[in-house]
Protein backbone atom coordinates (compact mmCIF):
# COMPACT_ATOMS: atom_id res chain seq x y z
CA UNK A 1 0.00 0.00 0.00
CA UNK A 2 1.30 3.55 -0.78
CA UNK A 3 0.28 4.84 2.16
CA UNK A 4 -1.76 8.12 3.22
CA UNK A 5 -0.56 10.61 0.09
CA UNK A 6 -0.66 14.20 0.56
CA UNK A 7 0.18 17.16 -1.98
CA UNK A 8 1.71 19.39 -2.20
CA UNK A 9 4.85 18.74 -0.03
CA UNK A 10 5.50 22.26 0.09
CA UNK A 11 3.66 25.31 -0.92
CA UNK A 12 4.90 28.98 -0.83
CA UNK A 13 2.53 31.83 -1.35
CA UNK A 14 1.40 35.19 -0.30
CA UNK A 15 -1.12 36.71 2.21
CA UNK A 16 -4.34 36.67 0.84
CA UNK A 17 -4.08 33.56 -1.84
CA UNK A 18 -5.50 30.47 -1.81
CA UNK A 19 -4.41 27.16 -0.45
CA UNK A 20 -5.83 24.01 -1.25
CA UNK A 21 -3.94 20.94 0.59
CA UNK A 22 -4.56 17.22 -0.91
CA UNK A 23 -4.69 14.23 0.78
CA UNK A 24 -5.79 10.29 -0.29
CA UNK A 25 -6.14 8.24 2.97
CA UNK A 26 -4.76 4.61 2.35
CA UNK A 27 -8.15 2.63 1.14
CA UNK A 28 -10.00 1.07 3.36
CA UNK A 29 -9.84 3.20 5.64
CA UNK A 30 -12.96 5.29 6.86
CA UNK A 31 -12.05 7.84 8.81
CA UNK A 32 -9.57 10.26 7.69
CA UNK A 33 -7.99 13.31 10.16
CA UNK A 34 -6.54 16.52 9.29
CA UNK A 35 -3.97 17.88 11.54
CA UNK A 36 -1.49 21.50 12.30
CA UNK A 37 1.69 20.93 14.02
CA UNK A 38 3.16 24.38 14.84
CA UNK A 39 6.01 24.95 17.33
CA UNK A 40 4.12 26.75 19.54
CA UNK A 41 0.90 24.93 19.45
CA UNK A 42 2.15 21.66 18.92
CA UNK A 43 0.13 19.05 17.06
CA UNK A 44 -3.62 20.36 16.89
CA UNK A 45 -7.05 18.18 15.56
CA UNK A 46 -8.73 20.15 13.03
CA UNK A 47 -11.57 18.00 12.04
CA UNK A 48 -12.13 14.26 11.09
CA UNK A 49 -14.62 12.40 8.91
CA UNK A 50 -16.23 9.31 8.88
CA UNK A 51 -17.23 7.88 6.15
CA UNK A 52 -16.72 10.86 4.25
CA UNK A 53 -18.69 12.82 6.74
CA UNK A 54 -17.26 15.12 9.52
CA UNK A 55 -17.97 14.03 12.54
CA UNK A 56 -16.25 17.18 14.27
CA UNK A 57 -14.77 20.60 13.48
CA UNK A 58 -14.54 21.92 16.61
CA UNK A 59 -10.46 22.46 15.58
CA UNK A 60 -10.95 24.35 13.10
CA UNK A 61 -9.55 28.03 13.67
CA UNK A 62 -12.00 30.19 11.86
CA UNK A 63 -14.33 30.18 8.97
CA UNK A 64 -11.23 30.86 6.68
CA UNK A 65 -10.37 26.90 6.78
CA UNK A 66 -12.69 24.69 5.15
CA UNK A 67 -12.43 21.00 4.33
CA UNK A 68 -14.62 18.54 2.39
CA UNK A 69 -13.85 14.92 1.35
CA UNK A 70 -16.38 14.40 -1.70
CA UNK A 71 -15.35 10.38 -1.78
CA UNK A 72 -13.58 7.98 0.36
CA UNK A 73 -10.22 8.61 -1.48
CA UNK A 74 -9.98 12.36 -1.44
CA UNK A 75 -9.73 15.43 0.74
CA UNK A 76 -9.37 18.63 0.62
CA UNK A 77 -8.13 21.57 3.26
CA UNK A 78 -8.48 24.85 1.67
CA UNK A 79 -7.59 28.21 3.56
CA UNK A 80 -9.06 31.54 1.87
CA UNK A 81 -7.51 33.84 2.55
CA UNK A 82 -4.56 32.57 3.76
CA UNK A 83 -2.44 35.22 6.67
CA UNK A 84 1.03 34.27 7.92
CA UNK A 85 0.19 32.52 11.08
CA UNK A 86 -1.47 29.82 9.54
CA UNK A 87 2.23 29.16 8.57
CA UNK A 88 2.67 25.70 9.89
CA UNK A 89 2.79 21.68 8.60
CA UNK A 90 -0.77 20.14 7.87
CA UNK A 91 -0.50 16.37 8.46
CA UNK A 92 -3.43 14.21 7.22
CA UNK A 93 -3.65 10.61 8.51
CA UNK A 94 -6.32 7.86 8.09
CA UNK A 95 -7.38 5.13 10.21
CA UNK A 96 -9.88 2.50 10.32
CA UNK A 97 -12.27 0.09 12.11
CA UNK A 98 -11.52 -3.23 13.49
CA UNK A 99 -14.56 -5.05 13.82
CA UNK A 100 -16.84 -2.54 15.42
CA UNK A 101 -14.30 -0.22 16.93
CA UNK A 102 -11.92 2.24 15.55
CA UNK A 103 -8.53 0.83 16.09
CA UNK A 104 -7.12 4.10 17.53
CA UNK A 105 -3.81 4.14 15.16
CA UNK A 106 -3.23 6.69 12.53
CA UNK A 107 -1.31 6.83 9.42
CA UNK A 108 0.19 9.90 8.40
CA UNK A 109 1.14 11.28 5.23
CA UNK A 110 4.09 13.10 4.88
CA UNK A 111 2.77 16.42 5.82
CA UNK A 112 2.35 19.56 3.81
CA UNK A 113 4.49 22.58 4.53
CA UNK A 114 2.90 25.75 4.41
CA UNK A 115 4.32 29.62 4.63
CA UNK A 116 2.43 32.67 3.90
CA UNK A 117 4.32 35.24 3.52
CA UNK B 1 -11.96 18.87 28.69
CA UNK B 2 -9.67 16.49 27.96
CA UNK B 3 -5.53 17.19 27.53
CA UNK B 4 -2.60 15.44 27.32
CA UNK B 5 0.32 17.01 29.44
CA UNK B 6 4.12 16.48 28.26
CA UNK B 7 5.92 17.83 30.60
CA UNK B 8 9.54 17.36 28.85
CA UNK B 9 9.82 19.56 26.24
CA UNK B 10 13.65 19.35 25.32
CA UNK B 11 15.29 16.25 26.70
CA UNK B 12 18.98 15.87 26.30
CA UNK B 13 20.65 12.63 26.50
CA UNK B 14 24.27 10.86 25.68
CA UNK B 15 24.32 6.87 23.85
CA UNK B 16 23.40 4.02 26.06
CA UNK B 17 21.83 6.47 28.75
CA UNK B 18 18.24 5.34 30.14
CA UNK B 19 14.82 7.56 28.94
CA UNK B 20 11.74 7.98 30.82
CA UNK B 21 9.41 10.57 28.85
CA UNK B 22 6.66 11.74 30.89
CA UNK B 23 2.94 11.81 29.94
CA UNK B 24 -0.41 12.36 31.86
CA UNK B 25 -3.78 12.94 30.80
CA UNK B 26 -7.26 14.19 32.26
CA UNK B 27 -9.76 11.95 30.88
CA UNK B 28 -11.13 9.45 33.85
CA UNK B 29 -13.03 7.38 31.68
CA UNK B 30 -11.98 4.51 29.70
CA UNK B 31 -8.49 5.60 27.28
CA UNK B 32 -6.56 4.28 25.07
CA UNK B 33 -2.89 5.21 25.37
CA UNK B 34 -0.34 5.67 22.22
CA UNK B 35 3.12 6.98 21.78
CA UNK B 36 4.02 7.97 17.96
CA UNK B 37 7.46 9.17 17.22
CA UNK B 38 8.27 11.48 14.32
CA UNK B 39 12.11 11.27 12.91
CA UNK B 40 13.77 14.46 11.61
CA UNK B 41 12.07 15.08 8.20
CA UNK B 42 9.62 12.29 8.34
CA UNK B 43 5.63 11.67 9.25
CA UNK B 44 4.55 10.71 12.44
CA UNK B 45 4.37 6.60 13.23
CA UNK B 46 3.35 4.57 15.83
CA UNK B 47 6.18 3.24 18.82
CA UNK B 48 3.49 1.62 20.40
CA UNK B 49 -0.81 1.63 22.05
CA UNK B 50 -2.60 0.61 25.25
CA UNK B 51 -6.04 -0.21 24.82
CA UNK B 52 -6.45 -2.95 27.72
CA UNK B 53 -4.59 -5.83 29.47
CA UNK B 54 -1.42 -5.68 30.63
CA UNK B 55 -0.09 -2.17 31.55
CA UNK B 56 3.30 -2.75 30.94
CA UNK B 57 3.70 -2.42 26.34
CA UNK B 58 6.09 -3.11 24.51
CA UNK B 59 6.47 -1.42 21.74
CA UNK B 60 9.26 -1.40 18.20
CA UNK B 61 13.07 -0.59 18.88
CA UNK B 62 12.89 -1.46 22.63
CA UNK B 63 10.62 1.27 23.87
CA UNK B 64 7.93 0.43 26.58
CA UNK B 65 5.46 2.55 28.47
CA UNK B 66 3.46 1.57 31.82
CA UNK B 67 -0.11 2.61 32.32
CA UNK B 68 -0.61 3.63 35.34
CA UNK B 69 -4.53 4.29 35.72
CA UNK B 70 -4.13 5.98 39.29
CA UNK B 71 -1.62 8.81 38.18
CA UNK B 72 -3.50 9.16 34.47
CA UNK B 73 0.17 8.26 33.40
CA UNK B 74 1.55 6.51 30.81
CA UNK B 75 5.18 7.52 31.02
CA UNK B 76 7.68 6.06 27.66
CA UNK B 77 10.65 4.29 28.69
CA UNK B 78 14.42 3.02 26.97
CA UNK B 79 16.63 1.46 29.09
CA UNK B 80 19.40 2.48 26.54
CA UNK B 81 19.34 4.93 24.29
CA UNK B 82 20.56 5.36 20.87
CA UNK B 83 22.06 8.15 18.63
CA UNK B 84 19.13 7.23 16.35
CA UNK B 85 16.46 7.76 18.83
CA UNK B 86 16.91 11.20 18.06
CA UNK B 87 13.24 12.24 17.40
CA UNK B 88 9.54 14.36 18.41
CA UNK B 89 8.21 11.85 20.90
CA UNK B 90 4.18 12.66 21.41
CA UNK B 91 1.87 10.85 23.68
CA UNK B 92 -1.71 10.50 22.47
CA UNK B 93 -5.14 9.41 23.98
CA UNK B 94 -8.45 8.41 22.71
CA UNK B 95 -11.31 7.67 25.64
CA UNK B 96 -12.01 4.55 24.07
CA UNK B 97 -12.73 2.49 20.73
CA UNK B 98 -16.04 3.94 20.46
CA UNK B 99 -14.61 7.24 20.09
CA UNK B 100 -12.34 8.35 17.30
CA UNK B 101 -11.17 11.85 18.14
CA UNK B 102 -7.52 11.54 19.10
CA UNK B 103 -5.53 14.25 21.03
CA UNK B 104 -2.20 14.54 21.11
CA UNK B 105 0.32 16.18 23.58
CA UNK B 106 2.79 18.63 22.65
CA UNK B 107 5.27 16.66 21.74
CA UNK B 108 8.83 16.12 23.88
CA UNK B 109 12.03 16.84 21.96
CA UNK B 110 14.53 13.81 22.11
CA UNK B 111 18.37 14.87 21.08
CA UNK B 112 20.88 12.39 21.61
CA UNK B 113 25.06 12.97 22.21
CA UNK B 114 26.79 10.70 19.92
Known amino acids: DAGVIQSPRHEVTEMGQEVTLRCKPISGHDYLFWYRQTMMRGLELLIYFNNNVPIDDSGMPEDRFSAKMPNASFSTLKIQPSEPRDSAVYFC???????????????FGEGSRLTVL | AQSVSQHNHHVILSEAASLELGCNYSYGGTVNLFWYVQYPGQHLQLLLK??????LVKGIKGFEAEFIKSKFSFNLRKPSVQWSDTAEYFC????????????FGSGTRLSIRP
Open chain 1, 93 to 107: ASSYLLGSANTGELF
Open chain 2, 50 to 55: YFSGDP
Open chain 2, 92 to 103: AVNRDSSASKII
